[in-house]
């Protein structure tokens, strides 16, 4: 199946800990992003890598840092993990230039305690 | 400032009827708009993708339009089912590194 498709599914994790999720795009786009999206369902954009180069950057605290080892791979490496991180992160992928639209992954809810 | 508006926030229609969900944006120099629908718990699956150059997209029970002088996308859905019911999500494009969202529409269905 063509598809985004990030791990894990669900992450329980207790404050302080450092996580990784990863997420793995077959389309051939050539841009990847990283979306969290919060208890009032309201998406924001994280991250963007587009050919493995940081696009975009959002304010976003620098306990979380993005890698791109690939252009079909986008991990998100959280250290010191805080209540406030509690949400669903979702990955997508696109190509930047061009007519396609954006193919999401179908989400990793992490709950820290 | 670019902003995508979607109204109503919520909706909840009796079952075999057509609705349309409206998207507004402020800015009508776009790429293109998408529409997508999020079940709850689940991740996000594109519905219709509309370039800036269309006027509309179909798929199956689903009409979505674009008119770029009025800053205005609505997507039509005819004959309603239960199994629509979800989020709404509308997202415009308007440029390689802008993806402006909607708050979204919660539709429900009731049979």
């Known amino acids: 199946d063509t598809a985004v498709s990030q791990t894990p599914k669900y992450l329980v994790t207790q404050m302080g800990n450092d996580k990784s999720i990863k997420c793995e795009q077959n389309?051939?786009?050539?841009?990847m992003y990283w979306y969290k999206q919060d208890s009032k369902k309201f998406l924001k954009i994280m991250f963007s890598y587009n050919n493995k180069e940081l696009i975009i950057n959002e304010t976003v605290p620098n306990r979380f840092s993005p890698k791109s080892p690939d252009k079909a791979h986008l991990n998100l490496h959280i250290n010191s993990l805080e209540l406030g991180d509690s949400a669903v992160y979702f990955c997508?992928?696109?190509?930047?230039?061009?007519?396609?639209?954006?193919?999401f992954g179908s989400g990793t809810r992490l709950t820290v305690v | 400032k670019q902003e995508v508006t979607q109204i109503p926030a919520a909706l909840s229609v009796p079952e075999g009827e057509n609705l349309v969900l409206n998207c507004s944006f402020t800015?009508?120099?776009?790429?293109?708009l998408q529409w997508f629908r999020q079940d709850p718990g689940k991740g996000l699956t594109s519905l219709l993708l509309?370039?800036?150059s269309q006027r509309e997209q179909t798929s199956g029970r689903l009409n979505a339009s674009l008119d770029k002088s009025s800053g205005r996308s609505t997507l039509y859905i005819a004959a309603s089912q239960p199994g629509d019911s979800a989020t709404y999500l509308c997202?415009?494009?308007?440029?390689?590194?802008?993806?402006?969202w909607g708050a979204g529409t919660k539709l429900i269905i009731k049979p």
């Open positions: 800015d009508s120099a776009i790429y293109n």
């Open positions: 997508a992928s696109s190509q930047l230039q061009g007519a396609d639209g954006y193919t």
């Open positions: 389309l051939g786009h050539d841009t």
């Open positions: 509309i370039q800036s």
């Open positions: 997202a415009v494009k308007y440029s390689n590194y802008q993806l402006i």
